[in-house]
Structure formats: C-alpha cells, structure tokens
C-alpha cells in the first residue's frame, strides 16, 4: 500500500503486481490478485491517473517506471521492466551480442565506447528520468531485448518528439518480444506527453518495418546514403513517424 501521509518511495516495482489504481481514488491502490501493466512514478503524489483498471498510470512529471509480464508465442513468460544500475552488465552483454547479429543496427560491437559501469549508469539515469525509459525484456532471468525512447531535444520546439530504438538477440526474435516492448514504448510515451513518436529503420529490415507499420509508424522520408555498411555499402534509411493521442 502507498503510504498517504509521507508519499514514500516505491522501491519496488513488485510492491505493486496485481494493484491498481481505483479512479475514485487516486491516491489508493486496491489489491485485486490480478496481473497488470504497469506505468507508473516512483514517488505517489496527487495527479496520480488511472484509465482504467488494467493499467497503472501516475503522472505529472514525475519518475516513469514500467513492469509487465508477458507469455510469447512459445508459452514461456517474458517479463518487461525498465533496466536500473543493476542491469549494466546484462544489458551491455545484450548490446553486445544483438548488435554482432545484425547489419541492420547503427554501430558495430568493436565500436562500442561504454562499459559495464557506463551501462548501468545510462540505465539507472532512464530509471530516474521523467520522460525517457529503457525497457529490458527478461526471459527465466537472462535480459534477452532492450527497447526505448529518449527526448529528441528539450527545447520548447522539440520536446514533443522522442525516438525509438529496440534490438533483441536472434534466439528470441519470432516471439512476441519485439511487438510487446514496442506497444510498452508507445504506452509510456503517452504517458510522458509526447506527440510524435520517430524511428529510422534501413530500408531493407523488412521485419523491423512490418513491426512498425503493425504499431502504426508511417514513413515520412528516406535518406539514401543514410548508413554507409562495411558489408553492403550504402544502407538507405526509412524515416518513420508516429502520431501519439494524449491520454
Ligand atoms: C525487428 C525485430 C525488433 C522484431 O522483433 P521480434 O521480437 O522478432 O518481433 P515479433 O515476434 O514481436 O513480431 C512482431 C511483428 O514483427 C514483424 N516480423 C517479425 N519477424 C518477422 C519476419 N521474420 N518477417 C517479417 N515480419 C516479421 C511482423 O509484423 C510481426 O507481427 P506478427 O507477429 O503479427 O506477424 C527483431 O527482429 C530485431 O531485434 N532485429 C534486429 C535489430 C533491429 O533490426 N532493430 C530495429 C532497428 S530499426
């Protein structure tokens, strides 16, 4: 339960598995034994939101938290929750790997300028932001897919725009990891306030750019000479775009 008097922290995500919101309430959280998605803040204040009671929403600037459970394709449970310090080198091996299975993604591993300590900050920072999130995909234990958004600038011209990007290791691809963290995305973008969501994708990633049309990204441009690949040359870039409704 939320302490009312002091608003305390809510450390633990798991304090709040199978609770939600009651919108005659908004500063109660009702125990229902059920699952829910969940998006919320770390701190309990009075602009707390709840739509309805499959979701958890608190609002107004503050800290942006998510944790869902999930059952993919092949039956087994895969867990969504935003990454922390403690992530860093899960995280960074995830990095790694996804990013020696694919062409398709911005920089090479031996590019790679971070370490482990450098992860977990990144992570841990997303943790405490009020409008990025970096979504890991966890399956018995082993982070399998990262997924997030981050501001496109803070001006007061751009700040209603953020960018995604997502990678999942090739055992997991064909599941259900990559539609489930992109819809946990999107709900956490509105949730932030964004209004446009942005992506570029090579335009050769055919699974990337069905997942994203499915989302509801639209293209709005190409850049022909937009990666220049060691194995193929010139990767030409789809840009995409994705109108978010307030919540
Ligand atoms: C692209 C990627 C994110 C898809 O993730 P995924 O977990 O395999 O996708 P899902 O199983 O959730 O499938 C979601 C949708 O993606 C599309 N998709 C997935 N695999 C596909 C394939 N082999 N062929 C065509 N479309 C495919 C489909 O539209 C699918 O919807 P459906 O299940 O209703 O058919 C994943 O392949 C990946 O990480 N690739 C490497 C990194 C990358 O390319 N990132 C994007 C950079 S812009």
Redesign the pocket.
């Known amino acids: 339960m939320i302490d009312k008097n002091n608003r305390r922290l809510l450390n633990d995500v798991e304090h709040l598995r199978g609770a939600y919101i009651n919108p005659t309430d908004d500063e109660e959280i009702c125990q229902t034994g059920k699952i829910f998605p969940i998006v919320l803040v770390r701190y309990c204040h009075k602009s707390i939101v709840s739509n309805n009671k499959d979701n958890i929403f608190l609002q107004g600037g503050m800290i942006m938290h998510y944790y869902q459970t999930i059952i993919l ?1 092949d039956g087994r449970s895969c867990t969504l929750r935003n990454g922390t310090s403690q992530d860093g080198r899960a995280a960074l091996n995830n990095f790694i790997i ?1 990013h020696m ?2 062409d ?2 911005l920089s090479y591993p031996d590019e790679i300028t971070f370490n482990e300590k450098d992860e977990a900050d990144y992570l841990q920072k997303k943790a405490d932001s009020t409008n990025e999130i970096e979504i890991l995909a966890d399956i018995d234990g082993k982070i399998v ?1 990262t997924a997030g958004i981050s501001c496109v600038g803070d001006k007061v011209k751009t700040r209603h725009r953020c960018e995604f ?4 290791d090739k055992e ?9 963290l992109t819809r946990a995305c999107i709900e956490c973008a509105k949730k932030a306030g964004y209004s446009q969501m942005e ?4 335009a050769d ?4 750019i ?2 994203y049309k ?1 989302a509801g990204f639209v293209e709005y441009g190409r850049n022909p000479n937009g990666f220049l690949s060691r194995v193929t040359g010139r990767q030409e870039l789809l840009l995409m775009r994705l109108e978010l409704e307030e919540v």
Do not use: P, R
């Open positions: 394709k996804t299975q694919t398709f993604l897919a990007g997502i990678s999942i997991y691809w064909g599941l259900g990891v990559g539609g489930a992506l570029d994708v090579v990633n055919e699974s990337a069905s997942l499915k």
